[in-house]
């Protein structure tokens, strides 16, 4: 089988090695179909991902099909479609056992800390292993993942039909928490961002109303909008050096409201105590995602989203090139790719 290796920051090698053997009774041989290629990707093969270590096989994004199983493994049989979560935990800190086993002490992310799907084929342990049913493509598929995050964002950011939201950057991950919170029930979802094909296509995901902050005054608008009330719930998932200030100045969140960056963007922001404390604001982090792929696939397979758009570029694994020249020479148009194993 074929396996893709970021040796070091901008070197790839494409290995032939052996197909990996079941090594426990709870091992799952995945065969893999799909992979979406995210933010964390990019670093990876750009080094700036503080998670990675080298060399590191990408991919946390892995959809495909149960090849062969261990003695013990139930959950699934081969040839079943399933969702390979990136999270690895030790299940015994005080985090596992409190239920919060993204921010695990010992957490493992396969695809960054671990290696991840961008191979033919891979194990994996059988809790970490999801079922989706066929019907689902490959294509969508790879899609659960970033969705998960969506459920998990809303559910740190404890979304309710009743909020007005506020979703400043428009790119996957905004035009994903964009439609959980359409799914959830939110009746007034404001995005933002600077481009304007980004805020075209959030409205064909729901957005009921977009502010080019280029080009418009965004306390102004969101003002006007919600009849001077503020936003009570503002996500975070434009990410640069002074977006959460910028979401946090008078006049966008209420008091009582809550904050949800989405990224790591190191440079320190303009916050003050004051600014948290005279509205009494939540700011709320969030990682990854935490028990949401099995909720996230069952939305897959009722098409409870709008998945056209999301993945704008297919590309096969032998191909595999062509996503690290993206990557090297980024294009606007090009939001998302997801690569497609060939049959
Ligand atoms: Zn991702
Ligand atoms: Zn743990």
């Known amino acids: 089988m074929k396996e893709v290796v970021v040796v070091s920051p901008h070197k790839v090698e494409v290995r032939e090695v052996p197909i990996p053997k079941i090594e426990n009774d709870y091992d799952v041989l995945v065969e893999m179909k799909s992979a979406g290629v995210c933010g964390s990707d990019f670093h990876i093969y750009h080094g700036t991902n503080p998670c990675s270590t080298y060399p590191r096989i990408p991919g946390h994004e892995n959809a495909g099909v149960v090849a062969a199983v ?11 479609h399933v969702i390979v979560d990136l999270i690895m935990t030790c299940g015994t800190c005080y985090q596992c056992k409190i239920g919060r086993k993204n921010v695990c002490e010992n957490v493992r992310v396969r695809g960054s800390g671990a290696d991840g799907g961008w191979r033919e084929y891979f194990t994996a342990p059988e809790p970490e292993v999801y079922k989706i049913s066929p019907e689902v493509s490959w294509e969508d598929a790879a899609l659960v993942e970033p969705f998960a995050i969506g459920a998990h964002c809303t559910s740190r950011g404890r979304v309710v039909p009743d909020d007005t939201v ?12 964009l439609q959980t919170c359409k799914a959830k029930g939110c009746k007034t979802i404001i995005c933002c961002d600077i481009s304007d094909t980004s805020l075209e296509r959030a409205k064909s995901y729901g957005a009921d109303y977009v502010i080019n902050s280029r080009s418009e005054d965004m306390v102004k608008r969101i003002q006007e909008i919600t009849q001077g009330k503020g936003v009570t719930i503002a996500f ?34 303009a916050i003050t105590q004051a600014m948290i404390n005279q509205r009494e604001l939540d700011i709320i982090g969030s990682r990854m995602s935490c028990f949401q792929f099995e909720p996230t696939i069952r939305h897959m397979e009722n098409h409870d989203f709008k998945l056209a758009g999301i993945a704008t570029n297919f590309i096969k694994f032998s191909n595999i090139q062509e996503v690290f020249d993206h990557m090297d020479h980024p294009d606007p148009a090009v939001k998302k790719m997801v690569v497609l194993f060939d049959e």
């Not at 261990?70 to 079943?80: A, E, N, Q, Y």
């Not at 506020?166 to 928490?177: A, D, K, Q, V, Y």
């Not at 998932?237 to 006049?251: N, Y």
């Open 236 to 269: 975070d998932s434009a990410c640069f050096k002074g977006s959460l200030t910028m979401i946090m100045q008078p006049g966008i969140v209420c008091n009582a409201g809550r904050i949800v960056p989405m990224g790591f963007v190191t440079e320190p922001e």
């Open 166 to 177: 506020l979703i400043l950057g428009t790119g996957t991950i905004g035009s994903i928490i």
């Open 70 to 80: 261990g003695k013990k493994v139930s959950k699934v049989k081969v040839g079943d």
